[in-house]
Structures are given as C-alpha cells and as structure tokens.
C-alpha cells in the first residue's frame, strides 16, 4: 500500500514490527497526532534473510505470497481504527533488508518523526534500528517502551549537555510545548569536562524565548549526563523527555562515556518516551 504524500503538519513514520514494542508506539504516537493534528504512516519491513534462513529457495515465493496478505490484512486493520479517530494515516511496507529499504525510504522524508518501539533488543544502540537510524536521519526519532500516553498538562523535560544544544527550529517541537504543563524544564548537564555551560545555555534559552515558549531553566553538574537527566527524571515526573544532538550522526563520534555511550545509558536508565531532536546545524 503506497503511502500519501499530501501531508499538512507533523508525520509521523511509525516502524511497525508487530511487536508489543512497536504497537506501544503507535498507541503513543496516535494521542500526540490527536493532540497536534499530525499525520501518520505505518511502514512494515520484513527482513528477506529471516525468510530464506527458514524456507528454501522453491519455498519462498509462496511463502512471500501468503506472507504479503498477512501483512496487507493487518496494516489495512490498523489503518481503518486509526482513521476512525480522524487522522491523516497511510502504510506501506517492503520485503528486503532493513537499513536498505527503510534507508532508502526515509532519504524522501528528511524531517519527518521516525517512531520506533523501545525492545529490549534495541537498548543498546550500537549495531541495531536505532543505531542506524540515528546515523542516517536527520530528523527527530522518537523512542517508546512501555505504554504512555500524551496529553495536554504533560511534564516534558528538554536536556542537553555542552556545545551540543536543542534544535527549536522546527514547529513540532513548538508545538508539544505549548500543550506541556505550566512551563516546560530546559535541563543543561555539565560534566567536569564542560568548558561552555554558560555560553550554550544562555543560546538555548534565547532560542527558547524565541519561540514564545514558557521555560524553566535548571542546570546540574554530574560525572555524566546519562546520571544527571536519570536523577532529574525521578525528581520531576518528567512524562516525555526530549534530547538534542549534534549535526555529525555518528553516535559514537558526538556521545562518549568510556564504552557506552550516553544515548545508551539514557535509554536503558529511563522508562518514559525518549524523543531525539533533528540535528542541530
């Protein structure tokens, strides 16, 4: 099913694996789109090694056969819920290997939200999804594990470390903090390798004040900034946690501490909705 291109507002690409993970994400995705109007595309791989490592070759053209209408029968179920609750949604979905299709497919959707479910296969970013989003989409990604929902009054935190900062220019992040409660928190970690906290916080939150935004600006020092937000997390009820990163998308080249990086403490430390702003320039 080839997906609509005649969007207005924010999409959401949501990667749906059929997993709990995946459908906690949709689940999520559908209250933010409800909430801000956005759109949503459905986009299912289904990797061809998994088939082959299980069929051999005569096998596999009937078995993509019956396979395709499991799939077209569930994405188009899917489809016709979501449409009932008035959202733009469409699906597509694609036989082969993931990092090629998928990467393949977003190269046309450069600032669209990619929306992947947070398994536990996936906590460790480096040689998975997540991974390989990361390093080739610029756009915001949005992580979610267990099921959340977005609501007006929601408590988001934005947080970044030195010299990395928030990108605000974009309307989507606008507009979920303007359905946040009172005033959302700009949380600036310093790690005693930090030699910019005044200068880039001080830029944050002029781009913050910018965009008309309410914002409470807190600052915390940490031997790392994995530490930092996790401890800010449970002190606040922190709901949706939003993360900025640099314009070079190889993590391992923007987030270090020592063998993991930071993004990968985060993500395994922190149980709410995780949304990795598009790159910053």
Not at 22 to 28: H, V
Not at 128 to 138: D, G
Not at 177 to 199: F, G
Not at 228 to 234: V, W
């Amino acid at each position: 099913m080839k997906a609509q291109e005649n969007y207005i507002g924010s999409t959401f690409i949501v990667l749906m694996d059929f997993s709990e993970a995946s459908y906690n994400a949709l689940k999520y995705v559908i209250t933010i789109a409800k909430t801000v109007k956005g759109n949503i595309k459905i986009i299912h791989c289904a990797d061809m090694r998994e088939i082959l490592d299980k069929h051999n070759a005569l096998a596999c053209k009937n078995y993509i056969g019956d396979e395709t209408v499991k799939i077209k029968a569930k994405l188009n179920s899917i489809v016709e819920i979501i449409s009932e609750e008035k959202i733009h949604v469409s699906s597509e979905y694609f036989f082969g290997k993931f990092n090629l299709k998928i990467g393949d497919y977003l190269k046309a959707f450069p600032k669209d939200i990619v929306v992947i479910g947070g398994e536990k296969t996936m906590r460790n970013p480096v040689n998975n999804k997540l991974h390989f989003l990361l390093n080739n989409h610029p756009g915001p990604i949005m992580i979610v594990g267990a099921e959340a929902k977005f609501h007006d009054d929601i408590n988001i935190s934005f947080a970044c470390k030195a010299s990395s900062g928030i990108n605000l220019n974009e309307d989507f992040v606008i507009d979920l903090a303007k359905h946040a409660s009172s005033s959302s928190t700009l949380l600036y970690v310093s790690t005693p390798n930090d030699s910019q906290a005044t200068e880039t916080l001080l830029s944050v939150s002029k781009g913050f004040q910018e965009s008309g935004l309410n914002i409470h600006l807190e600052s915390a020092k940490s031997n790392s900034v994995a530490k930092g937000i996790a401890e800010h997390i449970s002190e606040t009820n922190t709901e949706l946690l939003c993360l900025g990163r640099r314009k070079r998308r190889n993590i391992l080249q923007y987030f270090f501490i020592n063998q993991h990086s930071t993004l990968s403490e985060i993500i395994k430390k922190i149980n709410i909705p995780i949304l990795i702003l598009g790159v910053n320039s």
